[in-house]
């Protein structure tokens, strides 16, 4: 089992930044795709960005509406990932949620909400205008 924690979320101006962090633990070894979602109000989970890591590389993924503007990164002594957001908007607005799962050899990227079975129980941004 893996257990997966968000911290960092709360609000924040519009043009402004945040940095939310994702902490895993259990059985970390087991896992090595995490990823971010976000959840607006009335709305569906959708990928922010998602990393997918091994021994000697890692392969970031974001979301068309995030690029160049957010940054997933990886603390592999503190087996966390961060989410970098800068230039929020105020349609980034939501609940984010970390996720995790075990990838088998091959380049799939996963980008699907049923794609992971580890989640976290969610951490609120908000962005005023």
């Known amino acids: 089992q893996v257990h997966l924690v968000e911290s960092g979320g709360g609000i924040v101006q519009a043009g402004g930044s945040l940095r939310l962090s994702c902490a895993a633990s259990?059985?970390?070894?087991?896992?090595?795709?995490m990823g971010w979602y976000r959840q607006a109000a009335g709305k569906q989970r959708e990928l922010v960005a998602t990393i997918t890591f091994g021994t000697y590389s890692e392969t970031t993924n974001y979301a068309d509406s995030v690029k160049g503007r957010f940054t997933i990164s990886r603390d592999n002594a503190k087996n966390t990932v961060n989410l970098q957001m800068s230039s929020l908007k105020p349609e980034d607005t939501a609940v984010y949620y970390c996720?995790?799962?075990?990838?088998?050899?091959?380049?799939?990227?996963?980008?699907?909400?049923?794609?992971?079975?580890?989640w976290g129980q969610g951490t609120q941004v908000t962005v005023s205008s």
């Open positions: 996720a995790a799962r075990f990838a088998g050899a091959g380049s799939r990227v996963y980008t699907e909400v049923a794609d992971y079975g580890y």
């Open positions: 259990g059985s970390v070894s087991s896992i090595n795709v």
